[in-house]
Structures are given as C-alpha cells and as structure tokens.
C-alpha cells in the first residue's frame, strides 16, 4: 500500500528557507507523478507544485513561484520541496501526494508536515 512521510517542517523567521523531505514506499516512484499541497489555516488546501515521474516536468503554483523548487531522487524514493524566501502566509501543513492530475486532495498523501513563518 501507498506510504508517503514527510518531515523538514519546522519554525522560521520570514525569509529564510526550509526544505521539505517526502519518503515514499509501497509503490514504484519512478511511475509516479507526485504532488505537494498545503492547508492554510482558515483558507482550506492550496495546491503548490508537482513533478513528473522522471522529474522532467515541474509545475508551480504563482504564489510559490521563484521561491520554491520541487526535485525527486527516484534511485532513493524520494521527494523534495526547497522553500526560500519563507513569507508568513506559507504557514500551514505541507502533504506529499502521489498523483498527477484531478481533485489532489484525493490523492493518497502523507500525514504533513507543519510549517510556521513568523519572527
């Protein structure tokens, strides 16, 4: 079955950077397209980015653009969210999910991963 756990969420000041880890098991990686979406306190999921199974493709969301890169290690089953420039409003949970397309808050997904932005 579909396991994916996240961590790298933790405090920081606004500017600074994370870097967000998604371990995956129980499937093939490198068939999968994967996904990273957030929920915001108040304003419910926002999709972020996502990556083709080889890494070849990678779409972003506008408010994460310039700010985020997504990559993947497909020999180690695992995915990644570098976060800079960290503003207030990206505070949330972080969940990695594997899917390409359609409704990605269906998507099987990891427990999350919280971050909070704030001085």
């Known amino acids: 079955q579909v396991q994916l756990v996240e961590s790298g969420g933790g405090q920081v000041q606004p500017g600074g950077s994370l870097r967000l880890s998604c371990a995956a098991s129980?499937?093939?990686?490198?068939?999968?397209?994967m996904v990273w979406f957030r929920q915001i306190p108040r304003k419910g999921f926002e999709w972020v980015s996502r990556?083709?199974?080889?890494?070849?493709?990678?779409d972003y969301a506008d408010f994460v653009k310039g700010r985020f890169s997504i990559s993947r290690d497909n020999a180690k089953d695992i995915m990644f969210l570098q976060m800079d420039s960290l503003k207030p409003e990206d505070s949330g949970t972080y969940y990695c999910a594997k899917g390409w397309s359609g409704d990605y808050t269906l998507f099987p997904r990891g427990q999350g991963t919280q971050v909070t932005v704030s001085s």
């Open positions: 129980g499937f093939t990686f490198s068939e999968a397209g």
């Open positions: 990556i083709s199974n080889t890494g070849a493709t990678t």
